[in-house]
């Protein structure tokens, strides 16, 4: 079974702040993706990052920067310095590698709103 | 990068009336497209896999018969809401499995607003 938590609802930050999204994850399988998509007021789905289960490197681009930690079963999501454009919700989502399933799980998604 | 397109992008309709919405992707060939609902401010919920050539397979509590669905080219999948009630209005994303030669990559429409009167 899979299973995606995101236990923030709604995150509500200054500009200019620093914010973390939360994500845990469970999964039986050893060889798993895990992703980041970005979901602005527009709908449509931004595809953000991929992670495959055995690369636990952490991940910069630009202001965004990721943490995967098998450890704690977690890969949460930083932005530095937020912007107001980066209000939106964001999802965070488990596929298991094996089976040929590549179908993603999505968590309840974190609201992010960025006040000016 | 790869494109996926959805038509209509919005859509409004009588209640009763069937709503039909397309899925390309652009630039690649997709034996596999997938189609979710969302309502408002919540996840995205899949609702079936459309296989070229065969029939799609749905979700537990999914109606077949209500959210009928047509992959009948490698480009090109369609779903299509039968007599549509005021419950059905949500957003609908599908998305295209492109098979890459060393991994499968999903990637999703901009989504289609249904809003059923």
């Known amino acids: 079974a899979q299973k995606v938590t995101q236990a923030q609802t709604e995150i509500s930050v200054v500009e200019k702040e620093d914010v973390t999204l939360d994500c845990v994850y469970e999964?039986?399988?050893?060889?798993?993706?895990l992703f980041w998509y970005k979901q602005p007021p527009s709908g449509e789905l931004v595809f953000l990052i991929r992670?495959?289960?055995?690369?636990?490197q952490n991940e910069i681009s630009g202001r965004y920067s990721w943490n995967f930690q098998k450890s704690t079963s977690s890969f949460n999501f930083t932005i530095t310095a937020s912007q107001v454009v980066d209000s939106a919700v964001y999802f965070c989502a488990l596929s298991e590698g094996t089976g040929g399933s590549y179908i993603p799980t999505f968590g309840r998604g974190t609201s992010l709103i960025v006040h000016p | 990068g790869a494109v996926v397109s959805q038509h209509p992008s919005r859509v409004i309709c009588k209640s009763g009336t069937s709503v039909k919405i397309e899925c390309r992707s652009l630039?690649?060939?997709?034996?596999?497209m997938f189609w979710y609902r969302q309502f408002p401010k919540q996840s995205l919920m899949l609702m079936a896999t459309?296989?070229?050539?065969?029939?799609?397979?749905?979700e537990q509590g999914v109606e077949k018969d209500k959210f009928l669905i047509n992959h009948a080219s490698l480009t090109l999948s369609t779903l299509t809401v039968t007599s549509a009630h005021p419950e059905d209005s949500s957003f609908y994303i599908c998305s295209a499995l492109n098979q890459g030669v060393w991994m499968e990559t999903q990637y999703f429409g901009p989504g289609t607003r249904l809003l059923v009167l």
């Open positions: 999964t039986r399988d050893t060889t798993y993706y």
């Open positions: 992670r495959n289960s055995f690369d636990e």
């Open positions: 630039d690649f060939q997709a034996t596999t």
């Open positions: 459309s296989n070229e050539g065969s029939k799609a397979t749905y």
